[in-house]
């Protein structure tokens, strides 16, 4: 079955740092990828996603780049703020199946000003 | 935009008791989901609707039941609530169609069994 492996966190950083949060899957077929945030109190929203292989989304200064060959999905930005202290989501839906989502077990960002 | 709204942000009930977890969106979208929220765990999808009073088991689904009778309304069911079902539930919905929409979280009910 699909499974979606992301690392393991919290991660604190400084603002102005850069991020990465890996992303790796296994699915059949060509996946389309995702990720979701969630800001404390609230229920999960989408920040990015790409449709197929070498297909870069990117939303709010994040990037991901859907990476075949490394069945990866890793999430990035430059110089993160303060206001982007959330948990991240990587998650895939797979073509059929009534769209169900196959999620990451989610990564905790804390931002120090 | 699409809004997904859960009745609940935060619920308290006790040990044996039937709870009811409501979700409700306004989009018209044929497929509504609801999931549990555990830390280190991720999302786990719970039961999914496709279709008025159809309704399909997801990967924990033990311990809960749902309703589906009309099709903006999403009814998660503890039929005898236990404190291992305290947690965070989410409620989705999608639009059928294409496998790269995203889902339409709702904020979550924060539910603890006492």
């Known amino acids: 079955g699909n499974s979606v492996t992301q690392m393991e966190g919290p991660v604190t950083l400084s603002e102005e740092a850069f991020l990465t949060i890996n992303c790796t899957y296994t699915?059949?077929?060509?996946?389309?990828l995702f990720w979701y945030v969630q800001y404390p109190g609230e229920g999960l929203q989408l920040l990015l996603k790409a449709t197929k292989a070498d297909d870069k989304g990117s939303n709010k200064g994040f990037e991901a780049t859907y990476r075949k060959e490394t069945t990866s999905f890793h999430l990035e930005k430059g110089s993160v703020q303060v206001s982007d202290s959330a948990v991240y989501f990587c998650?895939?839906?797979?073509?059929?199946?009534?769209?169900?989502?196959?999620f990451g077990t989610g990564t905790k960002l804390q931002v120090i000003p | 935009d699409v809004k997904v709204t859960q009745s609940s942000r935060y619920l308290v009930k006790r040990t044996g008791e039937k709870v009811f977890l409501e979700c409700v969106q306004d989009m018209d979208h044929e497929n509504m989901f609801w999931y549990r929220q555990d830390p280190g765990l991720g999302l786990r999808l719970i039961y999914f609707s496709y279709d008025v009073k159809m309704k399909e088991k997801g990967d924990i689904p033990e311990g809960y039941s749902v309703s589906r009778e009309k099709k903006e309304r999403f009814s998660l069911i503890l039929e005898s609530a236990s404190t291992n079902q305290t947690s965070m539930y989410l409620c989705?919905?999608?639009?059928?169609?294409?496998?790269?929409?995203?889902?339409?979280f709702g904020d979550g009910t924060r539910l603890s069994i006492l």
């Open positions: 998650a895939l839906t797979s073509s059929g199946g009534y769209q169900k989502v196959t």
């Open positions: 699915a059949t077929g060509y996946p389309s």
């Open positions: 989705a919905s999608i639009l059928q169609g294409p496998s790269n929409q995203p889902q339409h």
